[in-house]
């Protein structure tokens, strides 16, 4: 059962979250490095892919010149980054909104002997950076624990003493 078997007005909510999935994942892959949300993102491919595939049974675009078509496409690009709206979801929001978004509530737990994950003890978070940045693994005891809640949005990051990030450290107490 294709997506396509429901109401035009689903298949386009559908798609529209499909597509905002990807860019996202592509934003993710561009600053992070990594994929957080795998499963996620093979739902948004596979839909995404039906879609492709059915405009082109349907032989859509076969007599478009592909530089017209191009061009129109960075006209409607250039005109939605310039577009403001109230929407919550829309990456172009008004920035009275995003200033209205709450700050994640972050917790940070530390934990000698480290940390498991999936049966053997948790990888340093930043040793997919280290790779991109061709500096060796880190290969200390991811001891710190970071958990930042953004509602729906749930973030774990695994550190050693070296790479936890400055605004996770916990206040030194001062010397008398």
Request: aromatic fraction near 6%.
């Given at each position: ?29 561009r600053v992070r490095g990594y994929d957080k ?112 809640d953004r509602g729906m949005h749930l973030t ?21």
């Open positions: 059962m294709t997506i396509f078997n429901d109401s035009i007005e689903r298949v386009q909510d559908r798609l529209t979250v499909a597509a905002q999935v990807l860019v996202t994942a592509y934003a993710d892959l949300e795998p499963s996620a993102i093979a739902a948004a491919l596979g839909d995404m892919e039906a879609l492709v595939e059915s405009l082109r049974a349907a032989n859509f675009g076969a007599e478009g010149v592909l530089e017209v078509g191009q061009a129109d496409l960075v006209v409607e690009a250039n005109e939605f980054a310039e577009h403001a709206c109230n929407c919550p979801f829309c990456s172009r929001g008004l920035p009275e909104l995003a200033a209205a978004e709450p700050a994640p509530s972050t917790r940070v737990f530390r934990r000698e002997a480290g940390w498991v994950m999936a049966g053997e003890l948790a990888d340093c978070t930043t040793n997919f950076r280290r790779e991109q940045d061709g500096r060796p693994a880190c290969t200390a005891t991811a001891v710190w624990k970071v958990v930042e774990i990051g695994f550190y050693c003493d070296a790479d936890l990030p400055d605004e996770h450290r916990p206040a030194q107490p001062e010397a008398a």
